[in-house]
């Protein structure tokens, strides 16, 4: 019976948690970020398809990566892009600058190119 308990606790917390969540209207920011980095995506597969993706200050996890559908460099300064474009074969180099809305610390899903 004690598990019955538990799982009691644990379903009136989480409904509490989702509740709290829904009514926070702070988690809805007022940009629409990933619309516009998709088209930013877009645009720049669409032109420079021959080109390496670097970022200068800012860590790669995924996101970008999924983006553009292909490797983005991370921490990488115009200069080591260039020679790594040579490396491999690429006519361009594309540096992508994020810029962070949403508010204080946020995850790298609210990185708006």
């Given at each position: 019976?004690p598990e019955v308990g538990v799982?009691?606790?644990?379903?009136?917390?989480?409904?509490?948690?989702?509740?709290s969540y829904v009514k926070d209207?702070?988690?809805?920011?007022?940009?629409?970020?990933?619309?516009?980095?998709?088209?930013?995506?877009?645009?720049?597969?669409?032109?420079?398809?021959?080109?390496?993706?670097?970022?200068?200050?800012?860590?790669?996890?995924?996101?970008?990566?999924?983006?553009?559908?292909?490797?983005?460099?991370?921490?990488?300064?115009?200069?080591?892009?260039?020679?790594?474009a040579v490396i491999s074969g690429?006519?361009?180099?594309?540096?992508?600058?994020?810029?962070?809305?949403?508010?204080?610390?946020?995850?790298?899903?609210?990185?708006?190119?």
């Open positions: 019976m799982l009691i606790v644990a379903l009136v917390f989480g409904g509490l948690n989702l509740r209207e702070t988690r809805i920011w007022d940009i629409d970020y990933m619309a516009e980095n998709e088209l930013i995506a877009q645009y720049i597969n669409e032109n420079y398809r021959d080109s390496v993706l670097a970022v200068s200050d800012y860590p790669v996890r995924g996101y970008i990566n999924l983006l553009f559908g292909r490797g983005v460099y991370e921490y990488t300064n115009v200069d080591t892009a260039r020679e790594k690429k006519q361009y180099v594309v540096m992508l600058e994020p810029q962070e809305y949403g508010g204080g610390n946020c995850a790298e899903s609210c990185k708006n190119l």
